[in-house]
């Protein structure tokens, strides 16, 4: 199993090399509109999606619960599409959810501003001056989504394999050329490898889910790493009890699997609402 992630400025050909990179390499095609409507099969509203989509959150909404509940399930609804095969993720953090992941191929597009303008023109039937506006505002905007969930620098070539400039190419040349590095990146063993990170992965998302969110014990700041029949969990609680909890409850996610607790205890913990 392999799996390319594909980040783009606006008006970078994008959308359209990631459809002709799925359909040449006969991979499912992971974009928005599937990311959406796996979360929101996790019960989550539509409103709070809009909140944070590739932007970065306002001052409230920075303060809100609802900003941890949306990177834990972007994060498992990117695990859970990757764990189901192969596949071309376009944005939403996919190259930072998998990077270190073996068999994962990142991927950023970018286009001289000139062509980006004409494109926007093109895409939105509006004059240059509108242009401008609207694609400062989308760099702005994916910007600051890395930055503040993630942590890095989104135009950083540095994050990615492979850097295109789409300016002169069309989409599917751009596609052959991803889908030749790939083919020279990715090994056979790499993709066997990938097959049972993403299983790990994914098992520790459920682990966390199955905690937080079904059984409901606040361990803040909850991480749960597998590692075969392995799962450790690392965070901070309030008592003992809590602790035992969240172990009881990993059990019921991981039968038989071997769960070692290493969270803190520290009494009378709080964090902002």
């Not at 990179?21 to 095609?29: A, D, I, N």
């Amino acid at each position: 199993m392999a799996i390319i992630t594909i980040s783009r400025e606006l008006a970078a050909l994008g959308d359209e090399t990631a459809h002709e990179l799925s359909s040449q390499l006969s991979y499912r095609f992971v974009d928005r509109s599937a990311l959406e409507d796996r979360i929101k099969s996790f019960g989550v509203e539509g409103a709070k999606l809009k909140k944070y989509d590739e932007r970065k959150p306002t001052f409230w909404a920075s303060l809100s619960q609802d900003r941890d509940d949306y990177l834990h399930f972007l994060k498992t609804a990117i695990l859970t599409e990757a764990s189901e095969g192969s596949c071309v993720f376009i944005g939403r953090g996919a190259s930072v959810i998998l990077r270190n992941v073996p068999g994962v191929f990142s991927v950023f597009l970018v286009a001289p501003p000139e062509i980006r303008i004409e494109r926007v023109k093109s895409y939105f039937h509006c004059d240059e001056r509108r242009a401008r506006q609207i694609i400062e505002q989308s760099d702005h905007d994916r910007e600051g989504f890395h930055r503040y969930f993630f942590d890095v620098k989104w135009k950083d070539a540095g994050n990615y394999h492979l850097a295109l400039n789409t300016g002169h190419l069309h989409p599917e040349v751009c596609s052959e050329l991803i889908k030749y590095m790939r083919d020279r990146t990715i090994t056979d063993e790499a993709e066997a490898q990938n097959t049972l990170r993403i299983q790990d992965l994914t098992l520790g998302q459920q682990i966390k889910h199955h905690i937080l969110y079904e059984k409901e014990v606040p361990i803040h700041f909850l991480e749960a790493q597998v590692s075969g029949a392995k799962a450790t969990l690392y965070g901070v609680a309030s008592s003992q009890s809590l602790v035992e909890a969240a172990v009881a409850a990993a059990r019921e996610t991981v039968p038989g699997s071997d769960i070692l607790p290493e969270i803190q205890v520290v009494q009378e913990y709080t964090v902002m609402p």
